[in-house]
């Protein structure tokens, strides 16, 4: 049985931490198209016009993102599903992406909506870390990381270019909800609590 699921959710939501908790559940891949396009960036090989709108916290146009997933999907590991993090973004992506896994003669389980008020959103952003040794993420206050490890604040976790990516969820990632809920895949599940707190909703989501 294949899972193929999608986390949607505004910046600073969880969809990062909870995808772990799903990727482990199902034994599937964590498809980030953040993570691949920040990956490109620190190889050197991503296009300085794709850098420079990352950097601004706005959108890179879709024709590249659905190229990127493209070429994901064809890879090995995606065969018994996947999860995406970050991706449909617009509704042309999910378009796209529904033709992809037509051809492919694959389906959407489900889509998992990870609630969260926006005024919660940008504390959690400013004080985020990654660990660039095991790509765990963190929150100083309230999971804070061990010590000696390697933090990165992302660039685009600064107050102004959180602003920026909250406009653009609201402006073109939440017509994504209405899409989803017309084709009986939205799940919604409360992100407000601890970690652990989200992971329990969200299998209780997926059951
Ligand atoms: P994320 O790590 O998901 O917050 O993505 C970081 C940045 O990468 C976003 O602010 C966008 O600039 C870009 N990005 C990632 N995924 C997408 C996507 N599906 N569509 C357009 N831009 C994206």
Do not use: W
Not at 60 to 74: F, N
Not at 84 to 108: M, N
């Amino acid at each position: 049985m294949t899972h193929i699921v999608i986390l949607v959710g505004p910046p600073g939501s969880g969809k990062g931490t909870q995808a772990e908790f799903i990727c482990k559940k199902f034994g599937i891949p964590q498809i980030s198209t953040g993570d691949m396009l920040r990956a490109a960036k620190r190889a050197g090989t991503l296009d300085p016009k794709y850098l420079a709108i990352m950097d601004s916290g706005k959108l890179v146009p879709d024709e590249a993102i659905i190229e990127l997933i493209d070429g994901r999907l064809k890879e090995d590991d995606t065969k018994d599903g996947f999860l995406l993090d970050g991706f449909p973004r617009t509704v042309p992506q999910a378009e796209a992406l529904d033709a992809l896994l037509s051809k492919k003669g694959l389906k959407l389980d489900a889509v998992v909506q990870l609630d969260v008020p926006r005024e919660l959103l940008e504390e959690r952003l400013v004080n985020r870390r990654t660990d660039l040794n095991t790509g765990k993420i963190y929150h100083l206050l309230y999971n804070p990381p061990p010590e000696g490890a390697k933090l990165e604040h992302r660039a685009d976790d600064m107050p102004d270019k959180v602003r920026t990516r909250q406009s653009a969820y609201e402006a073109q990632t939440a017509a994504l909800l209405p899409y989803y809920e017309a084709k009986a895949l939205l799940r919604r599940v409360d992100g407000v609590g601890k970690p652990d707190e989200v992971t329990a909703r969200l299998e209780a989501a997926l059951a």
